[in-house]
């Protein structure tokens, strides 16, 4: 085909006009969001002590840090989906939630402690965070990919690494509810482990279907 | 920053606000320059440079569906290279060359030589016989005909609507058949 005949054949469908990247990628999370929740109401459920656990202020402190992840790998995310984007002036966001993690260790560090520092750490839930977060991440991470899908990442692997960061901000939110462990400790040991596999297969699968 | 980029950058905002000749203008402006930067690319990987085109119209129909990633407020030239290099790198890979690309290739000069009229490539042509019948009929008769949306709706006896629909389906199906080649 000749080049003028491709340049007439875009031009006549210039009329259509393509949805932004981050209405797709709401409408994607918010299809995947039910599947995640099914799963977390079938296996696992908030727990039962939610109405007390509520007044605990480390028990609130990690929806921040967990929703705080998801909203700053939102805004990274929506950002590398644009061709000439790159991380600089950017990837501090994603640092946000570790310094929230930080501040409140720090916090629970000046509070006098029932339990050794080494048994909050460990807490009695680590092997369930760390499936329970991947396996919530997959209907999410799956919606993220497809809502970056839409842009023009020039990174595809990078891209993909930060939709994992979304799905797993978002799937740890879940998790968080359910978990009885609300040592900041906890929260930075054990999270981040789960959400860096998340974050693994968001860059793998990332490098392949983000391509354009 | 070469003259003519914030010429580029106003006929954007014009063909996103819906002014198709400025679009049609636009993309004329910028494929010479794309095809020296895919001349280039193509050169320093050792590769034939005759395959330009093919890159050159790869570029174009990248250009054209992801242009709701460009900020309007941005200029354009930016974006436009950062696609084709993309496009450039994407290209070479697929003809197993392990790539690496001058950031430059595309941003350095205007091309010398008076730039052909217009070119041929044939990737396209080949993926366009993989195309359903009636996406298919659509874009030829648009393409190679240059029949209006009009024209085309009244030709096979489709509305305007679905004429519109068939040509971007089939612009849409042509770039994920060019990726898996």
Not at chain 1, 182 to 202: E, R
Not at chain 2, 153 to 163: R, T
Request: aromatic share 6%; proline share 6%.
């Amino acid at each position: 085909m000749e080049t003028d005949q491709l340049i007439r054949t875009l031009a006549a469908d210039n009329p259509h006009r393509a949805r932004p990247v981050g209405l797709v990628l709401a409408l994607a999370l918010l299809v995947a969001a039910p599947f995640s929740l099914s799963m977390f109401m079938m296996k696992l459920g908030v727990r039962p002590d939610v109405m007390t656990a509520m007044h605990n202020p480390f028990f609130d402190l990690k929806f921040v840090i967990t929703l705080a992840l998801a909203i700053s790998a939102i805004v990274v995310g929506l950002h590398l989906s644009r061709p000439e984007a790159s991380l600089k002036g950017w990837g501090w966001l994603l640092l946000i939630p570790v310094g929230i993690i930080a501040a409140g260790i720090g916090s629970e560090m000046m509070m006098p402690q029932r339990l050794p520092m080494m048994t909050r750490l460990i807490g009695n839930n680590s092997r369930v965070c760390m499936t329970a977060i991947p396996l919530l991440s997959v209907p999410l991470l799956a919606g993220a990919l497809i809502g970056l899908r839409h842009g023009a990442p020039a990174r595809p692997a990078l891209a993909g690494a930060v939709a994992g960061l979304i799905s797993a901000g978002l799937a740890a939110t879940l998790y968080a509810s359910h978990c009885t462990d609300d040592s900041p400790l906890f929260v930075a040991t054990w999270y981040p482990i789960a959400t860096a596999m998340v974050t693994a297969a968001g860059a793998l699968i990332g490098a392949r279907v983000l391509r354009f | 920053m070469r003259e003519g980029e914030d010429e580029w950058t106003g006929l954007m905002r014009l063909a996103i606000s819906g002014d198709s000749a400025a679009y049609q203008r636009l993309l004329k402006a910028i494929t010479p320059v794309l095809r020296a930067g895919a001349r280039r690319g193509l050169a320093r990987a050792g590769q034939p440079v005759d395959q330009s085109e093919d890159v050159v119209q790869d570029i174009l129909l990248a250009v054209h569906l992801k242009r709701h990633t460009w900020d309007a407020n941005a200029p354009f030239a930016p974006w436009l290279f950062a696609i084709a290099r993309n496009k450039l790198i994407d290209s070479l890979r697929r003809r197993g060359r392990r790539v690496f690309v001058n950031i430059d290739d595309f941003a350095e000069t205007i091309p010398d030589e008076p730039a052909a009229e217009t070119a041929s490539a044939s990737e396209i042509a080949t993926a366009l016989q993989t195309l359903p019948p009636r996406q298919r009929e659509v874009l030829q008769s648009i393409a190679v005909e240059s029949a209006s949306i009009k024209d085309t709706a009244a030709k096979f006896a489709m509305s305007e609507g679905a004429v519109r629909v068939a040509l971007h389906r089939a612009l849409t199906s042509l770039t994920a058949k060019l990726r898996e080649q």
